[in-house]
């Protein structure tokens, strides 16, 4: 199975926000990196948290390519998607989450749960999804 990492998972990696959770993205990340875990980044997760990088944290565009560079060409990572958009639409609007969130639940792997979401957004809860925190992946 492979797993999606959230904009949240890859922030706590590079902005040590929280170090408990830090360590735990930091060893997804090492268990990516040696094939033990394979990894999907979707390009609405880049754009947010390049966003996040800019707007709340102030970073400079060559550092924040640099760690986004990093991430897409980590062995073990595929980046890519296929989004079902009435159904994005239907949850957005009736169960009243994240645009993104919704973008993210609507990947066609991830809604037929043969991929899972690495967050620790509890909005995810509400979309029926597989999901699992960093600290979880053995």
Not at 34 to 51: F, H, N, P, R, T
Not at 99 to 127: H, P
Request: proline content about 1%.
């Amino acid at each position: 199975m492979r797993l999606v990492l959230d904009t949240n998972v890859l922030l706590d990696f590079f902005m040590e926000r929280d170090m408990g959770r830090h360590r735990d993205c930091v060893e997804l990340v090492r268990k990516v990196r040696g094939g033990e875990v394979q990894a999907v980044i979707l390009s609405v997760v880049i754009a947010e948290m390049v966003w996040v990088m800019t707007s709340i944290y102030g970073l400079k565009r060559s550092e924040i390519a640099e760690m986004v560079q990093s991430v897409v060409q980590m062995k073990g990572v595929l980046v890519g998607e296929r989004y079902e958009w009435i159904s994005t639409l239907e949850q957005y609007t009736r169960m009243k989450v994240k645009f993104i969130d919704a973008m993210i639940a609507n990947v066609r792997q991830i809604k037929s749960k043969k991929w899972a979401v690495v967050t620790y957004d509890k909005e995810f809860d509400k979309l029926g999804v597989l999901k699992m925190e960093p600290g979880n992946i053995k």
